[in-house]
Every structure is written in C-alpha cells, then in structure tokens.
C-alpha cells in the first residue's frame, strides 16, 4: 500500500468511526460547535488570510485567470460570509430525529419513518475555499462525518479553515475526525475517496463540468450531482407580456455564471411580433449575443443564425439562445429534449397550462411566472445548500440539510408476534 492510499485509508476509518458519534450527537452540540467555529474564524482573521495571500501568490505565478484568483481569494467580506453562513445554519430546524408517518396497522404495530444522517459524505471541489466552512458546516448540522477536498490552489487556505473547525469541534466535545481536510494535494487521493464505498456513504463534487463528469464516471461511491444548467423559459400566448419581459431580462441578466441563469428562451408564435423587439432592446443595453432560429430572426435582426448545439448549451455568459415554437405542446417537447433537467419556467395566466407545464417538464424545479434564479436552497427556504442536484434519485433539486439525510422505518409494539 502507498503513502497516499495508507492515508486515505486512515481518513476513511477515522471518518466512520466518527459518523456512529455524530448519528448520536444532540442539537445544542452540533450547534455550539458550528458558533465555537465562528468564534474560531473571527478570532484567526489575520492567519485565514496570510494563509489565503500564499494560495493567491502561487496562483499568480502559476498563471491563473482573474476570475480563477476572484474566487480564490479570502477578503474580509468572504471571511464575514463563512461567520454568517455559520450562524445561519445553527439556527436551522436540526432534521435529525425526526419521526414522520407513525400510523397503526391491522395487527397492533406502529409503523413510521426516521430520518437519520446519511453517515460518511466525501466532497469534493475546487478554488473557493469558503466552501470548506459551507460543506462542514451542513455536514455536521445534519449529523454526519465529512472528508472534505479542496483544490490544490486553496491548499494553505483550506488547511487554516480545517484548524478552525477542529477547535470548534473540540470546544463542543464532538470527534475530532467528524471533519477532516485532506491535506495533500496529490490528484490520486480524489480517485481514492471516490472508491471507498467501505468508508463512504455519497459523494458530492462542487465544481466546473470537467470535475464532475469525471467523479461520476469513476465513483465506486453514489453521487449527488449536476453537470450543468440549461434553463428554460417559454412564454406562452396567454402571458402577461409585463411580466414576461422583466422576468426574462431577470433571468439572464441577474447574473450569468450560475447553474440557475436562463440559457433558451422559447416564444409562442402568436406573441412573438409583439415580444422579440422588446426583448431584443433591453438585451442589447445588457450586451447580451442572441442566437436566434430562422423564424425568430425575422424580428431579431442583430441575432447570430442558431446551431444545434446552441439549444443545448449552459453559456454561464451573455449569450441567449431563442427559439419559436407553435404553442405549449412544442414547448414542453423541446425543453425535454435539450433540458439539463435543471430549472424551466412558464410564464402564462392560464392554470390549466400552467398545471400542465408543472407536470409534464421533467426538472428539478419547474416555476410558473417567476425568474429560474430563484432555484437555490437559500431562497426555498433551505437556509443553505450543498449543492444542485438534477438526479432522481435520493436528492433532486437544491440539497439543503435534509438531503444529507435518509429515512428508516421504526415500528413499536407492545408484544406483538406475527400470526
């Protein structure tokens, strides 16, 4: 066995000894670990970012794009970000415990659902290193143990958050290794923790499409994941058009690297005429391209002829693909054609469409009349999220505590026998 694989071993165990203590572990420990941590990262201001200030020096040297040092970079409001984010998960209803669906049946027996920590979670990701503090802290509200790995970039800012941590751990009494960081910076250790199924229970990948496409080809370990964000809009012919033109310039333009941003917009061809010109001026005060299909052109006439490819790209950039279509029948069928299965909005006045399209789009989340931004855990009242998930199985849609849990069945009786 190698160095790298003998260590990855010892996280893995240490991880699983420790998950059986936290499965255990009371609400007011979880949270006075999570405020413990607060504490801890306002009391190492100036450690967090000379650590994060070598991360950043190496990043330059390397060559590393602007954005790429952006999202690396530990300033004091990221720094206030993490003390808030971990304020706001303490003050989480904890979903541990919680028992649903008791009932009786025939025989006397109660029968109901716990729901119970998932165990082991293995993350992984990249440059920002303010989701060292994120992912911990979910994981351990929700009463698992988390082997965390950052990218090599973030390797000293990482390892100043896991000290941090550690001493909020210890001030709350939990175990030491309910949070553990890797600490080195070897590629072959991602490869390890995604094929420890003996030691971990899920994995969640946090990064650009390259990363996760790989962890779920390779993973030995179920994931919870999404590749990317192909969102759609289709206005339909009974849309308040009002509505349609701010939410569309919403959003695409509210912001455009995220998994949430609209990518194709789709136009019912009876309000195209009076729609497509708004909608062409307000993008191009935004200096958003559109890549428009030949019907649609005729009323966009700046916009570059759309490929194939274009109906189903994830832009994360001011570009907007657009497209006619006859009515909400081919509306549906095109977004279950192209979709990433992320978010798709309607905007229309009439129910019975508006039902349809709930039922009939297969995506994590599906909205009527409101902006595909608002797909985030935080503004469905998660308080916080691990990620997107655009699975089926287990978790779909943004992964708030809950979707660090599972369920089992319990049943109390009071001598029952079976007959």
Not at 44 to 50: I, T, V, W
């Amino acid at each position: 066995m190698s160095d790298i694989d003998a260590y990855m071993n010892r996280l893995g165990k240490q991880a699983r000894a420790a998950s059986r203590l936290m499965a255990a572990a009371t609400t007011s420990q979880k949270n006075a670990a999570l405020l413990a941590m607060a504490d801890a990262i306002d009391d190492s201001r100036e450690r967090l970012q000379s650590a994060n200030e070598l991360d950043l020096a190496a990043g330059r040297e390397k060559g590393l794009d602007a954005a790429m040092l952006d999202r690396l970079a530990l300033t004091p409001a990221r720094i206030d970000g993490m003390l808030e984010g971990l304020s706001q998960v303490a003050a989480l209803q904890d979903p541990v415990g919680e028992v649903t669906d008791m009932r009786y049946r025939p025989s006397g027996i109660q029968v109901g659902r716990m729901r119970v920590p998932l165990g082991v979670i293995g993350i992984i990701y990249e440059s920002r290193p303010n989701v060292t503090c994120e992912a911990a802290s979910l994981c351990l509200k929700s009463g698992n143990a988390a082997i965390l790995r950052g990218g090599s970039e973030a390797i000293h800012s990482n390892q100043a958050i896991a000290e941090c941590i550690s001493r909020g751990l210890a001030a709350a009494g939990l175990p030491a290794h309910a949070v553990q960081v890797v600490e080195t910076t070897d590629r072959a250790a991602v490869g390890l923790l995604i094929s420890m199924p003996e030691f971990v229970d899920v994995i969640v990948p946090r990064g650009g499409k390259g990363l996760i496409a790989r962890i779920s080809a390779d993973a030995r370990v179920p994931v919870i994941k999404h590749l990317d964000g192909n969102c759609h809009v289709y206005i339909d012919d009974k849309a308040d058009l009002d509505k349609a033109l701010q939410i569309v310039v919403n959003a695409k333009t509210q912001r455009y690297g995220t998994c949430n941003t609209l990518e194709s917009l789709l136009v019912a061809d009876a309000v195209a005429e009076r729609v497509l010109p708004e909608l062409a001026t307000r993008f191009a005060e935004h200096g958003v391209e559109l890549r428009a299909c030949p019907q649609s052109q005729e009323l966009l006439p700046g916009a570059v002829p759309a490929s194939e490819q274009d109906w189903g790209e994830e832009y994360l950039a001011p570009v907007l693909s657009v497209r006619r279509v006859p009515d909400l029948d081919a509306a549906i069928a095109h977004i279950n054609q192209y979709s990433s299965g992320h978010t798709e909005a309607i905007i229309t006045e009439d129910f019975s469409r508006a039902q349809r399209f709930l039922r009939e789009v297969d995506s994590s989340s599906v909205m009527v009349n409101a902006s595909t931004r608002f797909a985030d855990g935080f503004e469905y009242g998660l308080g916080a999220e691990i990620g997107i998930s655009t699975d089926k199985l287990h978790a779909r849609g943004p992964v708030g505590l809950e979707g660090l849990t599972s369920q089992k069945y319990i049943v109390i009786g009071d001598g029952h026998i079976r007959t």
